[in-house]
């Protein structure tokens, strides 16, 4: 089992930046490969980013691509999300993910395991 706890979220202003950190518990973190999605009000919750589990390999949605860093140390068992030039479509609930492999990250339902999710708020 892992359990997996977002922090860092809040509210910016558009143009600047926040860095999302997910503290990961329980067993075979070194082994997975680590996401985030996020859910924006009234939408589907939807694919961010994603990472290998020895952060060789990463994928961006379109969206944030340029703009967005994921990382991991898994050493501290933790997973990053920097975020800069943030805009007010980005408001969303983000959330961590973790999976087997880099596929189950790829979409909402093959996710294993999911953080408690943190808000992003961006003003105009």
């Avoid at 067993?27 to 939408?43: H, V």
């Avoid at 691509?65 to 479509?89: A, C, H, W």
Wanted: positive net charge; hydrophobic residues 35%; charged residues 15%.
């Amino acid at each position: 089992q892992v359990q997996l706890v977002e922090s860092g979220g809040g509210l910016v202003q558009a143009g600047g930046s926040l860095r999302l950190s997910c503290a990961a518990s329980g067993q075979t973190f070194g082994s997975r490969a680590m996401g985030w999605f996020r859910q924006a009000p009234g939408l589907e919750r939807e694919f961010v980013a994603r990472i290998s589990w020895d952060g060789g390999v990463i994928s961006y949605a379109d969206s944030v691509k340029g703009r967005f860093t994921i990382s991991r140390d898994n050493v501290k068992k933790m997973v990053y999300l920097q975020m800069n030039s943030l805009k007010p479509e980005d408001t969303a609930i983000y959330y961590c993910a973790a999976g087997r492999n880099l596929i189950h990250l790829a979409t909402t339902t093959s996710v294993d395991y999911w953080g408690q999710g943190t808000q992003v708020t961006v003003s105009s």
